[in-house]
């Protein structure tokens, strides 16, 4: 059964259709990537998933049920978190507290409990701080917690953002490019990570540009050009598609 499943959807801006009657699934466990040149809609398929966008029309199933017209919080509380195209730190606070920055839409506890610093509360901070730990050691940061954000190199900015996304404790890790400005060898560790994060029963939907990460670390790859999938199958077969093959060739700019 799947995790999530994207049943026809489509969202226009203005004239534009961005994202055409777009269908697949995700199975649990998985590592599926979703690829196409710029412009071809992958971005507002996460927006989508994730409540920032309403589709026109269309389904979206996690685990069974529909999530569509929920709000981005309740979202990530049900299992699926993500990580940005472009850095969203903040840059002058540290790294812990960026990641327990990351946990706050998982507590229950409301403004008056905040106030009186109630024995619920307490205990809710401390399983964030304790969350919080074991994802900045996940990502290999736990050293540089107490750094500000800022400090950090632009590679582990982005392992920090993974850890923040980490520390809500997801089901489904959604990532958008995460490798985009690394250098070879922080692609590399990236690369060990996520296969790490699958073996701990993560399941991951990423964008990448870079085609051998996507290449290397996918079972499954979703084509998309002008909003529409035009492929859907393992890396070999993907590669080999001839409107893969087209698509590629007809666009000047790197994937
Ligand atoms: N909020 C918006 N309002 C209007 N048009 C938008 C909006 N968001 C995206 N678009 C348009 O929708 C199309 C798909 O954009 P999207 O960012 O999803 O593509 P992408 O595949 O993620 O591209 P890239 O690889 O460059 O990040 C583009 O033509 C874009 O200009």
Redesign the pocket.
């Known amino acids: 059964m799947s995790l999530l499943s994207l049943q026809r959807l489509t969202k226009n ?1 203005g004239g ?1 259709t ?1 994202v055409s009657s777009l269908s697949f699934d995700v199975q649990p466990g998985s590592i599926v990537g979703l690829i ?1 040149p ?7 398929v996460f927006n989508l998933i994730t409540g920032i966008y309403l589709p026109d029309q269309g389904e979206i199933m996690f685990r069974q049920s529909s999530i569509l017209g929920m709000r981005t919080h309740k979202i990530v509380s049900l299992g699926i978190a993500r990580t940005f ?1 472009t850095i969203r730190l903040f840059q002058n606070l540290s790294v812990l507290e960026n990641v327990l920055a990351g946990c706050h839409c998982q507590m229950r506890s409301g403004v008056l409990s905040s106030m009186f610093h109630t024995r619920r509360q307490r205990l809710e901070e401390r399983e964030a701080l304790t969350r919080s730990v074991r994802a900045l050691d996940f990502v290999g940061l736990r050293a540089q917690a107490g750094q500000l954000a800022r400090n950090l190199s632009y590679g582990n900015q982005r392992l920090l953002e993974l850890a923040r996304a980490l520390a809500t404790g997801p089901q489904l890790l959604i990532l958008d490019e995460p490798a985009g400005g690394m250098n070879e060898q922080e692609t590399r560790r990236l690369v060990a990570l996520i296969s790490k994060l699958r073996d701990t029963g993560i399941t991951v939907l990423l964008i990448e540009h870079d085609m051998t990460l996507v290449m290397r670390v996918c079972e499954k790859i979703v084509v998309l050009e002008y909003g529409s999938k035009i492929a859907e199958g393992s890396p070999e077969a993907v590669k080999n598609d001839p409107k893969v093959i087209e698509a590629y060739l007809g666009t000047e700019k790197e994937w």
């Open positions: 801006f534009l961005a196409g710029n412009g071809a809609g992958k971005t507002t195209q």
